[in-house]
């Protein structure tokens, strides 16, 4: 819903419409997060051009985004997508066949995202992420944290929901690692950039 949001206020008056990429077929995850956005959508009149799966894999969400570009030259406005992974195969196509960036959902699973939008965003006014953040390393010390309270016989509640910021075009640029590979991901987590580095680089 926050990022429906977000991106019907980006493309509200724009003529053309916006594509959706989701993760595998039949994922339930997907499944979730499309019906709340297609509610956001339909109430706020954002046209969609089409949903596709590109597996939360860049290369396959770059080759879908390129023949989602053939299919409609210059009405894509917005990109829904539920991981950085198609996010920034979809931007990456766009600029590949000669258009701006525009704006785009996803999550911070994706430190090439981040890279590709400090890189570029100056260039392109267009370029806006909305990006909701689900770091490992605070989901892991969470779940941790309450599978040892299970296993010393204290209660401990059925649902646990962490509450993340909004990652967007002004708090980019504090989460961002360019000194490690792309696929690197605990924004914002427990993970300093000190960890990150040690883990990774």
Same mark, same amino acid.
């Given at each position: 819903?926050?990022?429906?949001?977000?991106?019907?206020?980006?493309?509200?008056?724009?003529?053309?419409?916006?594509?959706?990429?989701?993760?595998?077929?039949?994922?339930?995850?997907?499944?979730?997060? *499309?019906?709340?956005? /297609?509610?956001?959508?339909?109430? $706020?009149?954002? !046209?969609?051009?089409? &949903?596709?799966? #590109?597996?939360?894999?860049?290369?396959?969400?770059?080759?879908?985004?390129?023949?989602?570009?053939?299919?409609?030259?210059?009405?894509?406005?917005?990109?829904?997508?539920?991981?950085?992974?198609?996010?920034?195969?979809?931007?990456?196509?766009?600029?590949?066949?000669?258009?701006?960036?525009?704006?785009?959902?996803?999550?911070?699973? *994706?430190?090439?995202? /981040?890279?590709?939008?400090?890189? $570029?965003?100056? !260039?392109?006014?267009? &370029?806006?992420? #909305?990006?909701?953040?689900?770091?490992?390393?605070?989901?892991?010390?969470?779940?941790?944290?309450?599978?040892?309270?299970?296993?010393?016989?204290?209660?401990?509640?059925?649902?646990?929901?962490?509450?993340?910021?909004?990652?967007?075009?002004?708090?980019?640029?504090?989460?961002?690692?360019?000194?490690?590979?792309a696929g690197v991901v605990d924004a914002p987590g427990v993970?300093?950039?000190?960890?990150l580095r040690k883990l990774f680089g």
């Amino acid at each position: 819903t926050v990022w429906a949001t977000w991106l019907a206020a980006q493309v509200k008056g724009k003529p053309g419409g916006i594509v959706a990429l989701g993760g595998t077929p039949g994922n339930s995850y997907t499944a979730a997060d *499309w019906a709340c956005a /297609l509610k956001v959508f339909k109430h $706020d009149g954002t !046209k969609v051009l089409s &949903f596709q799966y #590109a597996d939360w894999e860049p290369v396959v969400a770059k080759s879908t985004m390129a023949s989602l570009i053939s299919a409609y030259p210059k009405q894509i406005t917005g990109v829904y997508a539920d991981g950085g992974q198609n996010t920034i195969g979809a931007e990456e196509a766009l600029i590949a066949a000669g258009d701006d960036p525009v704006p785009a959902t996803g999550d911070t699973s *994706w430190n090439g995202l /981040l890279e590709l939008w400090m890189k $570029d965003h100056s !260039k392109y006014p267009n &370029f806006k992420l #909305a990006l909701l953040p689900e770091p490992p390393g605070t989901e892991a010390q969470k779940a941790l944290g309450l599978a040892l309270s299970i296993l010393e016989g204290k209660q401990v509640p059925k649902v646990t929901t962490l509450s993340v910021p909004l990652v967007d075009d002004r708090s980019i640029p504090k989460y961002v690692q360019p000194s490690l590979p792309a696929g690197v991901v605990d924004a914002p987590g427990v993970l300093t950039s000190a960890d990150l580095r040690k883990l990774f680089g």
